[in-house]
T-cell receptor, first 111, second 111 residues
Framework: DAGITQSPRYKITETGRQVTLMCHQT?????MFWYRQDLGHGLRLIYYSAAADITDKGEVPDGYVVSRSKTENFPLTLESATRSQTSVYFC??????????FGPGTRLLVL | RKEVEQDPGPFNVPEGATVAFNCTYS??????FFWYRQDCRKEPKLLMSVYSSGNEDGRFTAQLNRASQYISLLIRDSKLSDSATYLCVVNGNTGRRALTFGSGTRLQVQP
């Protein structure tokens, strides 16, 4: 039972490059979320999705794009990576939007 | 002012000690409250929900004070395995089902 997975787990990229972080869940949860975690800020919501083809901005959406064509997948794309986007990215899913289950995270370094 | 505020710690306690964490939240319309646990370089995991009447799960007791807008977590008989960061989490009832996380309180239980 894989639950929720993220790939890649580690990524190094350069400023200006496009990067896509993948998130896949096997529970058929309706809700999916992307957070970033930085020292001193805790987890901050980037984007979320209530169902396939329904997405909305969170607290820090600038520079990110999401899509959700299938219930189980919720990729996050950094259109043109910047150093300030160096962070740990967590994907989460939830059946009814309350208890959230997190993936293992992707550690992204932008040089 | 942050929406959810916690003392970052660290709290260094000996095994067997009782330790309490508090957190405050700013949105009086918040509906749901949780404590999550995060081990170093791992994803957050739900520890327990927090109910208005207070609730207990083994050695862990959570309390909610809506009038003062604070949440507490009490850990009795601390174990070495309790060493982690404890995240206070609030659902702000914004309709988007997203959670707002505190920055966390670090606990180190020492032998």
């Amino acid at each position: 039972d894989a639950g929720i997975t993220q790939s890649p787990r580690y990524k190094i990229t350069e400023t200006g490059r496009q990067v896509t972080l993948m998130c896949h869940q096997t529970w058929s949860h309706s809700y999916m979320f992307w957070y970033r975690q930085d020292l001193g800020h805790g987890l901050r919501l980037i984007y979320y999705s209530a169902a396939a083809d329904i997405t909305d901005k969170g607290e820090v959406p600038d520079g990110y794009v999401v899509s959700r064509s299938k219930t189980e997948n919720f990729p996050l794309t950094l259109e043109s990576a910047t150093r300030s986007q160096t962070s740990v990215y967590f994907c989460a899913s939830s059946d009814r939007g309350e208890t959230q289950y997190f993936g293992p995270g992707t550690r992204l370094l932008v040089l | 002012r942050k929406e959810v505020e916690q003392d970052p710690g660290p709290f260094n306690v000996p095994e067997g000690a009782t330790v309490a964490f508090n957190c405050t939240y700013s949105n009086s319309a918040s509906q749901s409250f949780f404590w999550y646990r995060q081990d170093c370089r791992k994803e957050p995991k739900l520890l327990m929900s927090v109910y208005s009447s207070g609730n207990e799960d083994g050695r862990f007791t959570a309390q909610l004070n809506r009038a003062s807008q604070y949440i507490s977590l009490l850990i009795r008989d601390s174990k070495l395995s309790d060493s982690a960061t404890y995240l206070c989490v609030v659902n702000g009832n914004t309709g988007r089902r997203a959670l707002t996380f505190g920055s966390g309180t670090r606990l180190q239980v020492q032998p």
